[in-house]
């Protein structure tokens, strides 16, 4: 069956009606398809789209702690795809039709490279929440951890009783002697490229997870896009626990969970001296990834949901 797609881009809700409009004259659309806020549209324009016969279905990963931003939207909607169980009830309430719809990965970006493993642990990601306090934990430690991504360079920097703190990790990053900072691959603590985060699964032999969300006095958790990509990358991942990650992953098995920060010293200590049990997990961890948790099966099962299979 020969299939339409509309792509635009629109500064006010006609304009997307119109876009909408003219495309579903010249081929009937199935499907409208959207990752929208309240920010970005009103739930109007949404239902007249719905009028034209075209089922309409948002996607919103950042409920967890922002379900406010979509709460109005979402009843616009036939079905809205939610990742966070947790939220499903409060888009009943709020009259919406949800789906429960987990993240994913793609296996034809997130895969293993053949390349060595030359850092004991690593995370690449922005600098927010808990995540300090655990690379703290792991430096004080005299574990070589490394990580990538917006913000850390403020760790080094740090005052008021942090000074030695500051002065470990800048060993061990290297921050301001190792001639490869300045190659353009941000391994100071920038940001990495797509392509350089993926490989960084394969040079790692820990690859780090966190689920705690921003603000962590939240004691908000969800699970996480790179709670797919890094086992489908081939990494031993090693993710600070959530009982829903439980429903994807078998822990200790496929992919290893901590709870605290002791917990992860220990269990960074132990896979990094037992490298056949690593070696376990990473390769069912990437297994079970490929087999039940890319984007083409979940889209599947959404479609088998909503009846368009």
Not at 229 to 256: K, R
Request: net charge neutral.
């Amino acid at each position: 069956m020969r299939k339409s797609f509309l792509v635009a881009t629109f500064s006010d809700p006609e304009d997307l009606l119109q876009a909408v409009q003219t495309a579903h004259r010249r081929a009937p659309i199935d499907l409208f398809f959207s990752y929208f806020s309240s920010a970005h549209v009103e739930g109007d324009a949404i239902r007249e789209i719905g009028k034209m016969g075209i089922t309409t279905v948002n996607w919103y990963c950042n409920a967890s702690y922002q379900f406010h931003l979509v709460k109005d939207l979402a009843p616009a909607y036939h079905y809205c795809l939610v990742p966070e169980k947790f939220r499903m009830e409060d888009y009943r309430q709020a009259g919406a039709r949800p789906i429960y719809c987990q993240e994913a990965a793609n296996p034809n970006v997130y895969r293993p490279y053949d390349l060595p493993r030359e850092f004991q642990a690593t995370f690449v990601g922005q600098r927010y929440g808990n995540r300090p306090d655990y690379i703290r934990a792991l430096v004080n430690a005299g574990i070589e951890v490394r990580v990538w991504g917006p913000h850390w360079e403020t760790m080094v920097e740090s005052t008021q009783g942090r000074e030695l703190f500051g002065q470990r990790i800048a060993n061990l990053l290297r921050l301001r002697q190792s001639p490869w900072l300045t190659n353009g691959a941000g391994r100071y603590g920038g940001p990495l490229s797509d392509e350089a985060m993926i490989q960084m699964y394969s040079r790692s032999k820990i690859s780090l997870g966190f689920s705690s969300v921003a603000d962590a006095a939240l004691g908000i958790k969800q699970v996480r896009l790179r709670d797919f990509e890094a086992p489908m990358s081939g990494a031993f991942y090693l993710v600070e626990y959530f009982e829903e990650l439980e429903e994807c992953f078998l822990p200790d098995q496929e992919i290893v969970c901590f709870a605290s920060e002791r917990e992860l010293i220990e269990k960074v200590k132990y896979y990094l001296a037992h490298e056949a049990d690593r070696e376990r997990i990473r390769q069912a961890g990437l297994k079970r990834a490929r087999s039940e948790h890319s984007w083409h099966q979940r889209f599947q099962q959404v479609f088998r949901s909503i009846g368009m299979a």
